[in-house]
């Protein structure tokens, strides 16, 4: 910081003080005018004119300015003999502290974002394993990266996945599961598509999903069509019971249907 030296008799400008201290004109004129920091010295033209007491008290304006005290307090320390200078700056000290913490975890946070967003899951290969199941592969989330990383679904999973650590991860595959035994349990129970059971199984099935991101009736249907289509999520679905992964379609379409949505025509969106 610039020493408050230098100052010749006549004095300094605004403008040189404003160079020299590295502050604003506009803010040299608001301190004058609240009180906070007047010009000792007028030419005769009017201009403002700084003594080198002046300069002195700017330069502690400007430090305690950096550390974080208000006009109002600073003020109070210039201008009171008595007040307890190291007592306010102990109390910025600890506000500067609790600052820097927050800071500390805004910045770990984005970490975490950015992470999510790179990676999907902030899971290890061996905790992966471990929630998922040892048919999970950890190479999916890198894969799925790759081809939904430009998706407004993606970030908002990565937004969700971010919040995550093992525990909630291990309780949204509680709940996928606890689904699939239900639509196994109802499926076998002749519950038909279209009814109200059925119906209620299919916004319980929007609900859980939302724990990756918001899935539209329409996305919904889409998704229907994947499971009994796809190989891969009809031998996991047609794996807990045979016929599920077709039967889940056809609940999810009929379900599309009572909210006016055309099962053929439905598109992800």
């Avoid at 190291?86 to 975890?105: D, F, N, S, T, Y």
């Avoid at 999510?116 to 890198?142: C, T, V, Y």
């Avoid at 859980?208 to 999520?233: H, I, K, N, W």
Wanted: glycine fraction near 10%; proline fraction near 5%; include cysteine.
């Amino acid at each position: 910081m610039p020493e408050a030296t230098g100052v010749d008799a006549d004095g300094l400008t605004v403008g040189q003080v404003s160079a020299r201290l590295g502050v604003t004109v506009r803010a040299l004129h608001h301190w004058d005018e609240i009180g906070l920091a007047r010009p000792s010295l007028r030419t005769a033209a009017g201009y403002r004119l700084y003594t080198a007491g002046d300069l002195e008290r700017l330069h502690r304006i400007v430090v305690y300015r950096e550390l974080g005290l208000g006009l109002d307090k600073i003020g109070a320390v210039l201008n009171d003999a008595t007040a307890d200078v190291p007592g306010a700056l102990r109390a910025q000290q600890a506000q500067v502290a609790e600052r820097i913490e927050r800071l500390k975890q805004l910045g770990a946070g984005l970490d975490r974002m950015i992470d999510a967003h790179e990676r999907g899951l902030l899971l290890s290969a061996q905790q992966q394993a471990a929630i998922f199941g040892p048919e999970w592969n950890p190479d999916w989330p890198a894969q799925a990266r790759d081809r939904y990383g430009h998706t407004t679904q993606w970030q908002q999973y990565a937004e969700r996945s971010a919040a995550r650590g093992p525990e909630e991860w291990q309780a949204v595959t509680d709940a996928v599961a606890a689904l699939d035994r239900v639509l196994a349990d109802a499926m076998d129970a002749g519950v038909a598509p279209g009814s109200p059971e059925a119906n209620r199984l299919v916004e319980r099935h929007r609900e859980v999903f939302a724990s990756y991101f918001p899935l539209t009736r329409q996305m919904q249907v889409c998704l229907g069509r994947r499971y009994e289509a796809d190989p891969g999520f009809a031998a996991h679905y047609d794996g807990i019971r045979p016929g599920l992964a077709s039967w889940f379609r056809r609940i999810v379409d009929a379900g599309a249907r009572a909210h006016g949505i055309d099962p053929d025509t439905a598109t992800w969106q």
